[in-house]
């Protein structure tokens, strides 16, 4: 197992990753991240943000999941968690837990906060993340882009 920076060639394996997990959940509707214009270009996109990244991970020389870091509030030095998705195979093997520590690690160099946005439903996912020290939130920040989902986090990090 490798985690490491997305490539320009590793775009549309992402893609399909994304947009499978949120087809299999019922979730490839507007509002949600199935439509985000940047999927199609993830490495870009994230490469032309400041302090942003999105790490692939690799089983067997093959990507089969991955999760980014981007800002969300610059004024009040906050970055949001996105993207975090696992092919159904690897669903359960501590994955999500690695990417974890690598987007939050490389989170806290940069931001006060890290928010993310995801939905109730997706419990396995909500228990990570409030393993990981998120605290649910009672509506979305303002700036929010997916309008589908309805449950909010935020985690304070060790930024100096």
């Known amino acids: 197992m490798i985690i490491r920076e997305i490539k320009k060639e590793d775009?549309?394996?992402?893609?399909?990753?994304i947009q499978n997990s949120l087809k299999s959940l019922g979730l490839a509707i507007p509002g949600t991240a199935y439509f985000d214009p940047q999927l199609n270009d993830l490495h870009q996109y994230y490469?032309?943000?400041?302090?942003?990244?999105?790490?692939?991970?690799?089983?067997?020389?093959?990507?089969?999941?991955?999760?980014?870091?981007?800002?969300?509030?610059?004024?009040?030095?906050?970055?949001e968690l996105q993207k975090l998705y696992l092919t159904p195979k690897t669903q359960g093997l501590g994955l999500a837990k690695k990417l974890m520590e690598t987007a939050l690690s490389f989170a806290s160099k940069h931001y006060a906060k890290c928010y993310l946005e995801t939905q109730h439903e997706l419990k396995a996912a909500c228990k990570l993340y409030e393993k990981f020290g998120f605290a649910l939130l009672p509506e979305p920040l303002l700036g929010s882009e997916h309008s589908a989902m309805n449950a909010w986090y935020i985690k304070p990090l060790n930024y100096s």
């Open 47 to 79: 490469t032309n943000l400041k302090h942003a990244n999105y790490w692939v991970v690799e089983m067997e020389g093959e990507v089969v999941g991955g999760i980014g870091i981007a800002p969300f509030n610059e004024h009040d030095n906050v970055c």
């Open 11 to 17: 775009n549309a394996k992402v893609k399909e990753i």
